[in-house]
T-cell receptor
C-alpha cells in the first residue's frame, strides 16, 4: 500500500529565502508523485509531477522537486520565496489499487511568507 | 477551456437534512473523482467514475453517501441524512485518462450544524 508523510504542518520563511517542504512516501511499486498547491479560496493546482523519468522535476512558479529513491523522499524547493507563494501544499502519490488511479495525499503543509 | 466546476461553493445544513453537491468535469474527461477533506486531516479519496460507471468506490464512508454520474457528464454526490462528521471540503477532479494528471475544482465547503 502507498502512503505519504509531510513533515511540518506549518512552515514560515522570509521573502527571498529558500523554501523547503518535505515529503516522504511509502510505495511497494515505483511511485508516481505529485505536488499540489491550494491558494486561499481556490482549488488544488498541480505544481509538478514525477513519473519515473528525470529525478529532478521542474514545475510552475519556480518550484522543483527531487525524487530520491534511497531516501523515499520527494521534497519541494524554491530558491527564493515570494509573498504570493503563501498557500497550502500537498504531496500525493498515485495508488494503483486494482489498476485504478486514485491519489493518496499527505496532511498538507501551510507555507507562510513574511516580509 | 473551462476547468472543473463545483456547486455550491458553500453549503450549511442541519444534521439530518439532505444535501446534493454537483461537479462538472472538464469537457471530454471520462474520469471523474471525488475526494474530501475533513477538518485538519488529509484529503481522502471517495470514488472514481469512468464515464457513467463507478470504477472504484472504496473510499465512500457509508451508505448515507450516494454518487451518480448522469450520462457520463456531470456528477452529483448526495449525503442523506447528513451527520456532524460529514462536515469538510468536498473536492471533485477529472482527468482525460486514468494515467493523466487530475484537475481539481475549487471544492464545496459543507458545514453540518
Amino acid at each position: 500500500a502507498q502512503s505519504v508523510t509531510q513533515l511540518g504542518s506549518h512552515v514560515s520563511v522570509s521573502e527571498g529565502a529558500l523554501v523547503l517542504l518535505r515529503c516522504n512516501y511509502s510505495s511497494s511499486v515505483p511511485p508516481y508523485l505529485f505536488w499540489y498547491v491550494q491558494y486561499p479560496n481556490q482549488g488544488l493546482q498541480l505544481l509538478l509531477k514525477y513519473t519515473s523519468a528525470a529525478t529532478l522535476v521542474k514545475g510552475i512558479n519556480g518550484f522543483e522537486a527531487e525524487f530520491k529513491k534511497s531516501e523515499t523522499s520527494f521534497h519541494l524547493t524554491k530558491p527564493s520565496a515570494h509573498m504570493s507563494d503563501a498557500a497550502e501544499y500537498f504531496c500525493a502519490v498515485r495508488a494503483f489499487t486494482g489498476g485504478y488511479n486514485k491519489l493518496i495525499f499527505g496532511a498538507g503543509t501551510r507555507l507562510a511568507v513574511h516580509p | 477551456e473551462a476547468g472543473v466546476t463545483q456547486f455550491p461553493s458553500h453549503s450549511v445544513i442541519e444534521k439530518g437534512q439532505t444535501v446534493t453537491l454537483r461537479c462538472d468535469p472538464i469537457s471530454g474527461h471520462d474520469n471523474l473523482y471525488w475526494y474530501r477533506r475533513v477538518m485538519g486531516k488529509e484529503i481522502k479519496f471517495l470514488l472514481h467514475f469512468v464515464k457513467e460507471s463507478k470504477q472504484d468506490e472504496s473510499g465512500m464512508p457509508n451508505n448515507r453517501f450516494l454518487a451518480e454520474r448522469t450520462g457520463g457528464t456531470y456528477s452529483t454526490l448526495k449525503v442523506q441524512p447528513a451527520e456532524l462528521e460529514d462536515s469538510g471540503v468536498y473536492f471533485c477532479a477529472s482527468s482525460l485518462g486514468p494515467n493523466q494528471p487530475q484537475h481539481f475544482g475549487d471544492g464545496t465547503r459543507l458545514s453540518i450544524l
